[in-house]
């Protein structure tokens, strides 16, 4: 029996002790149950916790959000083109001269090419659909 005899204070849990515990829940042969009463705490945090992992809303920042350059590149004749590193040169429909491009490049060679007069929405929800 535990008696708690001053103000009970909830836990303020580290990124990392999260991750690591949802890490040793999900190994293979580990009892999901046994991990969360090792740790002190209940399943269904441990499930939270393991739900945002997988949707990415807990995750480790390796590094610090930073600006990099902006190269000013002659004007191409495609609309919208997402591309992987083995078809970067690949065009699609032409759109008129003077409206505009934005070109991001992700981690892994990916590459996102938008020409036109495009809704910052449409920009947002496109970069978020790939993570």
Known sequence: M??????????RWR????LRIVAEAEAPGAVFAEVARRHDISRGQLWNWRRLVRAGEL???????????????PELSAVAMIAGPEDTDRASVAAPHNQGRIEVRLAGGTRVVIEGMVAP???TATLKALG
Not at 15 to 18: A, G, I, L, P, S
Not at 59 to 73: G, I, R, T
């Open 121 to 123: 929405a449409v920009v």
């Open 15 to 18: 990124d990392e002790d999260k």
């Open 2 to 11: 535990e008696i708690i005899t001053g103000i009970e204070r909830r836990r």
């Open 59 to 73: 995750s480790l920042v390796s590094a610090p959000a930073q600006f990099l350059p902006v190269h000013m590149a």
